[in-house]
């Protein structure tokens, strides 16, 4: 079974196209994330389906069943804004009892409601404090509470960490993570921050100009991209233009701009002479000897320490290669100036069709 359904939805606004010709489905009990740059339609796409705009064509259903002549407020779909809309003058109990309220249920229900929605999301006792006590992540928080004691079959998460600073950012991925578990329910969540999409999700959408280029496992898109969009948006990769100057199966010899050729894996299918990209992982590329792998002599750059994160910059002819692969190791230590030779496999270096 799936909560959420997309078939062939389009949007329109006079002769631009924002959604275009969009399906996908969404298992039930699953975090599913929209993962594009600002102005690719996500934000569009959610809006149509919490209510907020009706698609131009195209169908949404929610548990198999049309919503398209729903109005917002009847559909069993909540959404948590990137500035979570709290209301300032009510307190936490009363932010969170609001919708039950409105839909009229009972003083006793609402009291029980609000407790067990305020354990569930790691906050109990906190019903009285006002919404100026909160942190940014009991915040976020309480926002999502406020969306389940309503029992949505599917919770629509619009940037909602972007206001947040990075350490609780970082935080808050985690503990989204476990409280879509914790209620088993449908998230799906718009963003433009690749490490959000890729640490939460059980599948993600990259979307790109109103369409999505791949939907997978954040593994797929990471590992396996399926156009050059996506080897480019998700995750970090040194990225080179060049030419086919031979192709057979799906390897390629490539001739970079530079002079230089690299032997490489066709992300998509190519022919000889064709202009391509090349795309090549920071930690693919290795400082010591591999057999059989491309190679070239640089120099380095400088060091840019960030812990598990840090990198190198080798200078090699006009290209700056970015490498991550035993940078800050004390069994490889270098410094900048250094004569280095990089190495890395085929298969790790992938080559697309060169954008237009």
């Known amino acids: 079974m799936h909560d959420l359904e997309c078939v062939n939805l389009t949007k329109r606004f006079g002769s631009h196209t924002a959604v275009n010709d969009v ?12 993962l594009g740059p600002s102005g690719c339609g996500k934000t569009t796409l959610m809006r149509m389906i919490a209510g907020f705009e009706q698609p131009s064509s195209g169908d949404i259903r929610i548990k198999g069943r049309s919503v398209l002549d729903v109005a917002p407020n009847k559909r069993s779909v909540k959404m948590v804004f990137q500035h979570l809309a709290l209301f300032p003058m009510m307190n936490v ?75 609780l950012r970082e935080q808050m991925k985690i503990e989204l993570k476990l409280l879509q578990n914790q209620f088993n329910t449908t998230f799906l969540y718009i963003t433009h921050d690749q490490s959000e999409a890729l640490i939460m999700s059980d599948n993600v959408a990259v979307m790109n100009a109103g369409r999505f280029e791949q939907i997978g496992s954040p593994q797929d898109l990471y590992n396996a991209p399926a156009t050059g969009f996506v080897a480019g948006f998700v995750g970090d990769a040194n990225r080179w233009p060049g030419r086919v100057t031979r192709a057979a199966g799906r390897e390629a010899m490539v001739a970079l701009e530079d002079g230089t050729e690299s ?29 059989g792998a491309n190679q070239i002599s640089g120099q380095v750059d400088s060091l840019l320490f960030n812990g598990a994160n840090s990198r190198v910059l080798v200078r090699a002819g006009a290209r700056r290669i970015e490498v991550t692969q035993g940078v800050m190791d004390a069994t490889n230590p270098i410094k900048a100036g250094d004569h280095v030779t990089l190495y890395w496999r085929r298969e790790h270096a992938l080559a697309f069709p060169a954008s237009v």
């Open 93 to 167: 109990g009363e932010n969170i009892a609001y919708g039950l309220k409105c839909q009229g249920e009972n003083r006793t229900d609402i009291e029980r409601k609000v407790k067990d929605v305020l354990a569930r999301v790691g906050l109990p006792g906190v019903a009285e404090k006002e919404v100026s006590q909160l942190s940014g992540g009991q915040k976020q928080r309480i926002a999502i509470a406020r969306c389940m004691v309503l029992e949505p079959d599917v919770l629509l998460l619009d940037e909602p960490l972007g206001a947040l600073d990075l350490k």
């Open 23 to 34: 399906s996908f489905s969404v298992p039930r009990g699953s975090f599913f994330s929209i």
């Open 263 to 291: 032997l490489a894996t066709q992300g998509h299918p190519l022919n000889e002479g064709d202009r391509i990209e090349l795309f090549l992982r920071p930690e693919a590329i290795s400082l010591s000897p591999i057999e």
